[in-house]
């Protein structure tokens, strides 16, 4: 995933140089929806993703005592 | 009739302001990416999933300058920036925020320049871009100026500007092939590079 992400930023960049800008603004814009869709499955995903679980207080449910 | 050529002279110098501006962004972040890519080469050092992500808003930012280059300006061109900026801003957020107190055996955060690490630098980056894209709006305005002169009257910057776009597209597909060789066609690691195994 991360390859095509970056082989759709080289591309956009190298039709921008070169070819037409319609190909490229198209390729920028697919660039654009990989990186989405990879940045929300790295954090979301209950394998490998970034999760937070120390900031997720819905699960703790430990009730704080204050003495 | 002196006016009018006063007028043409200092529409002439904003443009020109708005050129170097572009281009000084693109320096910055080429310099930011060299570092970076310094750190990995060097160092040792693998960027992790976000980080490369990072990269790519970084690139995505001089995509839209590099077609004010090419094509002639336009605020379609700084809204393909501005939108990668935002994309930065909310990866270098969500990163911070993860490094802060990181996930038992995720403790990888890599080395500090000047006492800062790249997570953080990256907020700061985005911030300074859409800081410096709103003075530069607030400056020299949306006037039909900026549109009319072409890169090809500032000779001297367009030709800067060249060899800067093909640095950019450079380290790109150095990226590319470093990308190829840490995660494969699969998922990333910071381990190791997977197609060196």
């Given at each position: 995933m991360?390859?095509a992400?970056?082989a759709?930023?080289?591309?956009?960049l190298i039709?921008?140089?070169?070819?037409?800008?319609?190909?490229a603004?198209?390729?920028?814009?697919?660039?654009?929806?990989?990186?989405?869709g990879?940045?929300?499955?790295e954090?979301?995903?209950?394998?490998?993703?970034?999760?937070?679980?120390?900031?997720?207080t819905?699960?703790?449910?430990?009730?704080?005592?204050?003495s | 009739?002196i006016?009018?050529?006063?007028?043409?002279?200092?529409?002439?110098?904003?443009?020109?302001?708005n050129?170097?501006?572009?281009l000084?962004?693109?320096?910055?972040?080429?310099?930011?990416?060299t570092?970076?890519?310094?750190?990995q080469?060097?160092?040792?050092?693998?960027?992790?999933?976000?980080?490369?992500?990072?990269?790519?808003?970084?690139?995505?930012?001089?995509?839209?300058?590099?077609?004010?280059f090419?094509?002639?300006?336009s605020?379609?061109?700084?809204?393909?920036?501005l939108?990668?900026?935002?994309?930065?801003?909310?990866?270098?957020?969500?990163?911070?925020?993860?490094?802060?107190?990181?996930?038992?055996g995720?403790e990888?955060i890599?080395?500090?320049?000047?006492?800062?690490?790249?997570?953080?630098?990256?907020?700061?980056?985005?911030?300074?871009?859409?800081?410096?894209?709103?003075?530069?709006?607030?400056i020299?305005?949306?006037d039909?100026?900026?549109?009319?002169?072409?890169?090809?009257?500032?000779?001297?910057?367009?030709?800067?500007?060249?060899?800067?776009?093909?640095?950019?597209?450079?380290?790109?597909?150095?990226?590319?092939v470093?990308v190829?060789?840490?995660?494969?066609?699969?998922e990333c690691?910071t381990?190791n590079?997977?197609?060196?195994?």
């Open positions: 991360m390859v992400v970056f759709a930023m080289t591309l956009a039709c921008g140089w070169f070819g037409s800008r319609t190909l603004v198209a390729l920028f814009f697919g660039c654009l929806v990989l990186s989405i990879l940045f929300l499955f954090i979301y995903s209950p394998e490998s993703g970034f999760r937070m679980p120390w900031i997720q819905e699960i703790d449910g430990t009730p704080q005592v204050r | 009739m006016d009018s050529h006063r007028s043409m002279t200092t529409q002439r110098f904003l443009a020109s302001l050129y170097i501006y572009l000084l962004v693109m320096f910055v972040i080429a310099g930011i990416l570092t970076a890519m310094t750190l080469y060097v160092k040792g050092e693998l960027p992790c999933p976000l980080c490369l992500l990072e990269r790519v808003a970084m690139l995505g930012v001089c995509f839209g300058i590099m077609l004010n090419r094509r002639g300006f605020y379609q061109n700084t809204g393909f920036s939108l990668f900026t935002i994309v930065l801003l909310v990866i270098a957020v969500r990163q911070t925020l993860l490094d802060i107190y990181p996930r038992p995720h990888y890599g080395s500090a320049i000047f006492g800062i690490h790249m997570p953080v630098w990256s907020i700061i980056i985005a911030l300074c871009l859409l800081t410096a894209y709103a003075i530069k709006l607030a020299l305005g949306g039909e100026y900026l549109r009319g002169a072409e890169p090809s009257e500032f000779p001297a910057i367009k030709k800067i500007a060249d060899i800067m776009i093909l640095y950019v597209i450079a380290i790109c597909v150095i990226n590319l470093s190829i060789l840490q995660c494969g066609f699969g690691h381990f590079y997977k197609l060196l195994q």
